[in-house]
Nanobody
Framework: QVQLVESGGDLVQPGGSLRLSCAAS????????MDWYRQAPGKQRELVAR???????IYADSVKGRFTISRDNAKNTVYLQMNSLKPEDTAVYYC?????????WGQGTQVTVSS
């Protein structure tokens, strides 16, 4: 049974930082592409960051220079370090694992950026 369990979401002030974690089980984690998506109220789910099995990364333009995705294959965990947070970063953040044709989603963790 595949499980992706996110943690680290919280209420934070603008300019603050958070680190999200996603612990995976039931998959050979090291060969999967791992993504962080987010979905704000009334908006479509969007890709925030991706890290491949070889460690290559891509970011949405809106988070470049502020967010960093990383992975620890020994711990089967992917991270999203979020700095200089803005109110528009408020969303539910989802972990996603893909190795076509397979893909799996976590349950999401809420990030709220507000003063």
């Amino acid at each position: 049974q595949v499980q992706l369990v996110e943690s680290g979401g919280d209420l934070v002030q603008p300019g603050g930082s958070l680190r999200l974690s996603c612990a995976a089980s039931g998959i050979i984690f090291s060969i999967y592409v791992m993504d962080w998506y987010r979905q704000a109220p009334g908006k479509q789910r969007e890709l925030v960051a991706r890290i491949t099995s070889s460690g290559n990364t891509i970011y949405a333009d809106s988070v470049k220079g502020r967010f960093t995705i990383s992975r620890d294959n020994a711990k089967n965990t992917v991270y999203l370090q979020m700095n200089s947070l803005k109110p528009e970063d408020t969303a539910v953040y989802y972990c996603h694992a893909q190795l076509l044709p397979y893909n799996y989603w976590g349950q999401g963790t809420q990030v709220t950026v507000s003063s």
